[in-house]
């Protein structure tokens, strides 16, 4: 009875969790707590029917971009991520993100050019700072 409760009480607090962050809207300046990944183009990470195009048709082989899930993070969101030079945009998505998305988790999926860099990135909790939200998605 014990562990049922606590299941209760857990399924319960994530799904406010989970509506609190759908209903935040992002601005530029922003800097939030999120789960990081890394992945590459190749077929381990995509599959074997990967194509090297983004979920936003941008070519995937150029790594300037993250995949993330769209109902937190809007496309072509600009992001500064720590220990990452370059600014990225948002412009794809994965299963993954969408999934962590239902629990209220940013997380995004960190694009690299090698399956080894991707591997080596391997999981980080980064405070991420939004530099810039898409005109119509604030």
């Known amino acids: 009875i014990l562990i049922t409760l606590f ?3 857990l ?6 969790h989970a509506r609190a962050a759908e209903s935040q809207v992002l601005k530029a300046g922003d800097v939030i707590r999120m789960k990081v990944t890394a992945y590459c183009p190749c077929g381990i990470c995509c599959g074997p029917n990967a194509k090297g195009i983004t979920s936003k048709g941008d070519d995937a082989w150029v ?3 993250v995949a993330v ?3 937190l ?3 072509r969101t600009r992001l500064q991520i720590p220990g990452i030079r370059d600014i990225k945009e948002a412009d794809d998505t994965g299963g993954a993100m969408r999934q ?3 629990h209220g988790i940013y997380h995004i999926d ?3 050019r090698t399956h080894k860099e991707a591997k080596k990135w391997g999981v980080q909790w980064l405070d991420v700072k939004v530099i810039s939200v898409p ?4």
């Open 63 to 65: 790594c300037d971009g």
């Open 7 to 9: 299941v209760v009480v």
């Open 135 to 138: 005109q119509g998605k604030r």
């Open 100 to 102: 962590d998305a239902k």
């Open 69 to 71: 899930a769209p109902t």
């Open 73 to 75: 993070i809007p496309y």
């Open 11 to 16: 399924v319960i607090a994530l799904a406010g």
């Open 110 to 112: 960190l694009r690299f």
